[in-house]
């Protein structure tokens, strides 16, 4: 997504790490670009609205329930590949799905 004007910072780069300004995971000189961005761009505050108010939402319905051990494993596995730049597969990897691809 992109406004098609042009800006200090790209549109891209800040909805790759919409998550991190979300979260505060950011350092503050970032934060403050991202603010600037977000004033100069109605796409990208749209977007960042939108994924604030999913955030509020799944932390209210779901903010007291524990997150099954295996289920957080996946996430996060999932996040270091996103992260790592590999290809994300499009189904599950399950341990034994992997183990016999390694096998074969």
């Not at 991190?20 to 995971?25: S, V």
């Amino acid at each position: 997504m992109s406004c098609g004007q042009p800006h200090e910072t790209d549109c891209s780069e800040v909805l790759d790490h919409l998550y991190e300004f979300l979260d505060h995971e950011m350092p503050d000189k970032d934060c403050t670009k991202f603010e600037v961005h977000f004033e100069e761009c109605s796409p990208c505050l749209e977007k960042y609205g939108l994924e604030q108010a999913v955030k509020k939402l799944v932390k209210r319905c779901c903010g007291s329930d524990d997150v099954p051990a295996d289920l957080r494993s996946k996430v996060m596995g999932r996040i270091d590949l996103i992260r790592s730049g590999e290809a994300v597969p499009d189904h599950d990897v399950s341990v034994s799905d992997r183990s016999a691809a390694a096998q074969e």
